[in-house]
């Protein structure tokens, strides 16, 4: 069965830094990958997914993520983070069927 | 309506008690997840409905919990005989096509009990 490790948290980083949320997937075939965020209270929202094809894919809200099989990641990316930015981030992995793993999140702090 | 409407946002439930939680998804999506999540962890899938049929429940941890979607429209998770370690956030899901194509979420349900 496929399986989804956040290894970070939480993270701080300072308004306009850069940012990068580590994933790391384990599952035998190309799976499907996401990364959804959830701000206090409020659903999960997809950022970005990525399916076939070009391994750097572009979100919402400037996030970008890159699929790497040899490495089994899924890293998400922000050139300059906002303090709007601050919440928590999901990683998951689904496998063509119904069932979609997710990681345990990682709750990003943004300070001024 | 506009995305995935859950009802109610929050939930209070006597340990022993049967609650009922319902979700709309949105119009027109063939499928409908949903999750638990526990405090600090992520969701965990709970059950899969292709419209009408319940094609996946692998994921409900025990007989208490039940699930229908009898128009393959709202869908009611039913929890009966409530227990403390059934607190948690109970969030649906719905996408336009089959699977996890792209899955919208709505705000949960947040189950206490006491």
């Known amino acids: 069965a496929q399986s989804v490790t956040q290894p970070d948290i939480h993270i701080t980083v300072s308004e306009g830094a850069s940012l990068e949320l580590r994933c790391n997937y384990s599952y035998g075939a190309t799976p499907y990958l996401f990364w959804y965020v959830q701000s206090p209270g409020q659903g999960l929202q997809l950022l970005l997914k990525y399916f076939s094809g070009d391994t750097l894919v572009q979100g919402i809200k400037g996030f970008e993520a890159e699929f790497k099989r040899s490495q089994s990641s899924f890293n998400l990316r922000k050139p300059s983070v906002h303090w709007s930015d601050a919440a928590e981030y999901f990683c998951a992995v689904g496998a063509g069927n119904n069932d979609m793993r997710f990681g345990a999140g990682t709750r990003l702090t943004v300070k001024p | 309506g506009a995305g995935v409407s859950q009802s109610p946002r929050y939930k209070v439930a006597k340990r022993g008690q049967d609650v009922a939680l319902r979700c709309d998804p949105i119009?027109?999506?063939?499928?409908l997840f949903w999750y638990q999540q526990a405090l600090g962890q992520g969701p965990e899938f709970l059950t899969y409905f292709q419209n009408e049929a319940q094609l996946d429940k692998s994921g409900l941890p025990s007989d208490r919990f039940f699930a229908e979607r009898p128009e393959g429209s709202v869908s009611t998770l039913k929890i009966q005989r409530t227990q403390q370690e059934d607190s948690a956030v109970y969030l649906c899901?719905?996408?336009?096509?089959?699977?996890?194509?792209?899955?919208?979420f709505g705000q949960g349900t947040r189950l206490t009990v006491v």
């Open positions: 899901a719905s996408s336009l096509a089959a699977g996890h194509t792209e899955a919208f």
């Open positions: 119009s027109g999506h063939v499928s």
